[in-house]
């Protein structure tokens, strides 16, 4: 039994559902003021620091969010020394 059209039908179906929430979120962020919009990032922000101390903590093995923090600190700072890598040299470019 060939269920292909079904599957592409509930395929175009979730797609047009997911355009729909995309659009309805730009529509959404058409209509903010630039203080709500701020408000948002800084929620994202908040949001996204606590995901990375619970994963932290989870990798590290604790409950306890300084050392949480310290091992965010961590990461953050290979991150640092990652992007800036090519940022800066210690000898002459040739010409």
Do not use: N
């Amino acid at each position: 039994m060939d269920d292909k059209p079904a599957q592409d039908r509930a395929a175009a179906e979730l797609k047009a559902m997911q355009d729909s929430i995309y659009r309805e979120k730009i529509l959404r962020a058409r209509r903010q003021t630039p203080e709500e919009r701020l408000a948002d990032v800084f929620e994202l922000s908040d949001h996204q620091f606590g995901m990375m101390l619970c994963g932290a903590m989870h990798k590290i093995g604790s409950t306890d969010q300084e050392k949480g923090w310290e091992e965010v600190r961590r990461w953050m700072h290979r991150l640092d020394r990652v992007r800036e890598h090519a940022f800066y040299t210690t000898s002459k470019l040739s010409a």
